[in-house]
């Protein structure tokens, strides 16, 4: 293969590379997100990273892990703006007396552009 970072029309000779990440598929429930946020990378590397995120009543996300089910590439760059991402979630809240945690998952599709 004469490309680079995985592709046949990759250029060798280009400076650096610019990657975004596409959030936006959220699993907990019956909760929607009130405050997205796509991760925007300088990672080496592309796939889809599966966050597991732990959320309390207010909305806020707790806890953020990358690496669940579904991940197609493990690389530490990508898990750590995952996670970051995830972290930076907002939910909305539930009506709920106690400090009620809930688990889901944020899908992420990190890709590199030039």
Sequence with gaps: MEGDKGSDLGDLNVDNYIATGKGGDYRLGNRRALKKVNPIHDCEEEGIVVVRICVNSMGDVIRAEAGSKGTTNPDPCLFKVSEEAA????????????????????????????
Excluded: P, Y
């Design 87 to 114: 972290m930076d979630t907002r939910l909305d809240a539930i009506d709920s007396q106690s400090d009620n945690i809930q688990e889901g998952q944020i899908l992420n599709n990190l890709k590199m552009i030039r």
